[in-house]
């Protein structure tokens, strides 16, 4: 499995932006498609994005297109969320993932993800 740290969460207004990021170690990290998903207190984890291998494809859930842009650096092991217009029910931790297997943007169920990041806290005040 390739390991994950997330880095970048924090405070912010709504209307205003973060950027997350995620480097991964151990394993190949091009072999890897790569999401986020954040979990709200009380909720189900909840796909964000999700980008191929190359950098080429994204997807998104629908809450979130429009604002939020997933990217990825296969020379830096890395992959962000740049977040704009952030709005209170962005509030969560959120997760960078990494899975095997083919694109398919209808992939988005967390149980396809085998790795995991721990975390990082995202707040956004009213």
């Known amino acids: 499995q390739v390991q994950l740290v997330e880095s970048g969460g924090g405070l912010v207004q709504a209307g205003g932006s973060l950027r997350l990021s995620c480097t991964a170690s151990?394993?190949?990290?091009?072999?890897?498609?790569m999401g986020w998903f954040r979990q709200a207190p009380g909720k189900e984890h909840e796909f964000v994005a999700q980008i191929n291998r190359s950098g080429g494809v994204t997807s998104y859930a629908d809450s979130v297109k429009g604002r939020f842009t997933i990217s990825r650096d296969n020379n830096k092991n890395t992959v962000s969320l740049q977040m704009i217009s952030l709005k209170p029910d962005d509030t969560a931790v959120y997760y960078c993932?990494?899975?095997?297997?083919?694109?398919?943007?209808?992939?988005?169920?967390?149980?396809?993800?085998?790795?995991w990041g721990q975390g990082t806290q995202v707040t956004v005040s009213s």
């Open positions: 151990g394993r190949t990290f091009s072999n890897y498609i």
């Open positions: 993932a990494a899975r095997s297997g083919l694109w398919n943007r209808g992939t988005t169920d967390r149980k396809n993800y085998g790795s």
